[in-house]
């Protein structure tokens, strides 16, 4: 008797079967995390924008899960110095000289036979990362490659929900599908990312600021999943080195009670799912997830798409 209930087409949520390492570049405008395939073989590239005071290592499980499934992943390092942040306005500059950088400089940097697919190249950002990658894609800079899916992970705008406090660029209008993005956007969101810490009494992703507002302001095609009992930090290793490095992923924000790992397995498995589903045509899965969100293995609510 076939089954009444969806079934994941490949399981997104498990690590895949594609070998993969990280590369360190330096050479580039700022410094590069690269997480390769090992296999033969022409990948989609991901540009991926880091968080607030967050360094590009702490991701190394969330994006070698996605590397796994077939994606070469570029991680550059967003800080003026060691652990100082740049500004807003600085950091989406930067970005558009690493995507430049990319269009050249990053195929000799691959392993053997592994070859980048720049015709047009994903966006991806946590936090103020994610806000970054927004500003990118809403042509805040000028870059030679173009943009084929852009996925904001609990996107943050400013530090508090007061509008005044959006930091530059200032890319949230409060208008319902004021992004003139014309590309498909998926916005991953956090239930207690708007939840204030027992420690600093401010929320990480205030309301007005955060997953809400960014998804509001998409036009379709566009995706908005909340994991609702993770925090804001919850996708990050596990095991963070330094003591600041340390505060920053456990004390700073709200964070859930839950394994992070399944917070992680929940972020790469709906990045994989989308970008299968809008690059090369394999809904399966994505439709699956959408259908019957409890495949995932975080508790999302809501799990929802907008068609064009």
Not at 241 to 267: A, F, H, Q, W, Y
Request: net charge positive; with cysteine; charged share 20%.
């Amino acid at each position: 008797m076939a089954s009444c209930f969806p079934v994941l087409a490949t399981n997104v949520f498990e690590e895949g079967d594609i070998q993969w390492k990280i590369l360190k570049v330096e050479s580039s405008p700022k410094p590069l995390l690269v997480f390769a395939p090992t296999e033969a073989g022409t990948y989609p590239v991901i540009l991926f924008c880091h968080g607030y005071a967050i360094r590009n290592s702490f991701y190394s499980k969330l994006l070698g899960h996605i590397a796994s499934h077939g994606f070469i992943i570029v991680a550059p390092h967003l800080f003026c110095s060691s652990m100082i942040p740049m500004l807003g306005s600085c950091e989406v500059k930067y970005v558009g000289k690493v995507i430049d950088w990319m269009a050249e400089g990053l195929k000799p940097w691959l392993p053997p036979k592994v070859e980048a697919k720049l015709e047009s190249i994903i966006l991806m950002g946590h936090s103020r990362g994610g806000k970054t990658a927004f500003a990118v894609a809403l042509d805040h800079v000028q870059t030679k490659l173009n943009f084929s899916v852009l996925i904001g992970i609990d996107p943050v705008a400013g530090p508090t929900k007061c509008k005044i406090t959006q930091t530059f660029p200032k890319i949230l209008t409060g208008v319902p599908r004021s992004f003139n993005l014309g590309i498909p956007v998926a916005v991953i969101g956090t239930g207690l990312g708007p939840e204030p810490n027992s420690y600093t009494r401010m929320a990480c992703a205030p309301d007005g600021m955060n997953h809400e507002e960014f998804y509001r302001e998409c036009k379709p095609p566009c995706a908005h999943f909340v994991a609702k009992e993770y925090g804001h930090m919850d996708m990050l290793d596990d095991e963070i080195p330094g003591l600041i490095g340390g505060i920053m992923s456990k004390c700073i924000c709200k964070n859930g009670l839950g394994p992070r790992d399944l917070m992680r397995r929940t972020v790469g498995g709906l990045v994989v799912a989308f970008l299968r589903a809008h690059l090369k045509g394999l809904w399966e899965d994505f439709h699956a997830i959408l259908k019957d969100p409890t495949l995932s293995p975080a508790k999302l609510d809501p799990a929802q798409y907008a068609k064009v």
